[in-house]
């Protein structure tokens, strides 16, 4: 069963048009994180919830938001998509902060973003 | 600077045959050391989680070591199948906050009939 679920699979947007990407967990894990990983590169972390407690990276663009209603769903807002934030999202989640013990980081299959 | 790198980039084998691949680290406080792979077009699943103290994990044919005095890792796969055609990536973990999850470039394997 999937434990990490990302919806819609694929995702096109027009340049500007703001587009919603979500993901769910039924882990009831309290981490909850997206990446953006474009092609042959390494996920590259935006931002991640702790519980409500939300944590952005700084070098993540405004242009980029999340909202955490309830434990088991996060979304990713892009305002206004430009030609460059065409990439696979990705989400995941872990027990807890992966940093303090070896908790495991569980990813979904992604969501592909195409901009025209 | 924390950072984790790979090598090869990219390999390419034969079925059946045995390969390793590197991952060297400068990450600081060092918390945990997983390697994932990543199918194209899917998300990364794990392989094996290791901390400071253990030196080698195994999950089916894939065997992961650590050499936390070196700052370096491996992973060896034994008898490949063309399903492990695949990127296969380093992560490290620093203990200090989420933030410091830091992703290696991945090596690509492909492995041919």
């Known amino acids: 069963d999937a434990m990490v679920i990302q919806n819609p699979r694929y995702q096109v947007t027009q340049f500007g048009k703001p587009v919603t990407l979500s993901c769910s967990q039924t882990?009831?894990?309290?981490?909850m994180y997206w990446y953006q990983q474009k092609s042959s590169q390494a996920p590259k972390l935006l931002f991640h919830?702790?519980?409500?407690?939300?944590?952005n990276e700084a070098d993540t663009p405004d242009n980029f938001q999340s909202r955490r209603p309830n434990t088991s769903f996060c979304f990713l807002d892009i305002r206004s998509p430009g030609l460059g934030d065409a990439a696979m999202y990705l989400c995941?989640?872990?027990?807890?902060?992966?940093?303090?013990?070896?908790?495991?980081?569980?990813f979904g299959p992604g969501t592909r973003l195409t901009v025209t | 600077k924390n950072q984790v790198e790979q090598s090869p980039q990219s390999l390419i084998i034969l079925e059946g045959k045995n390969c390793t691949l590197q991952?060297?680290?400068?990450?600081?406080?060092?918390?945990?050391l997983r390697w994932y792979k990543q199918d194209t077009g899917r998300g990364p699943v794990s392989l094996t989680i290791?901390?400071?103290?253990?030196n080698t994990k195994s999950n089916g044919r894939y065997t992961a070591t650590l050499d936390a005095d070196t700052k370096q890792s491996s992973l060896h796969i034994t008898a490949s199948q063309l399903s492990d055609s695949a990127s296969y990536i380093c992560?490290?973990?620093?203990?200090?906050?989420?933030?410091?999850?830091?992703f290696g470039s991945g090596t690509r394997l492909s492995i041919r009939p």
């Open positions: 290791m901390t400071f103290s253990e």
């Open positions: 991952c060297n680290y400068t990450v600081s406080p060092f918390s945990n």
């Open positions: 882990l009831n894990h309290n981490v």
């Open positions: 995941a989640t872990s027990r807890d902060r992966v940093g303090q013990i070896s908790y495991e980081q569980y």
């Open positions: 992560v490290v973990s620093s203990y200090s906050s989420a933030s410091k999850i830091i």
């Open positions: 919830y702790y519980d409500k407690d939300f944590n």
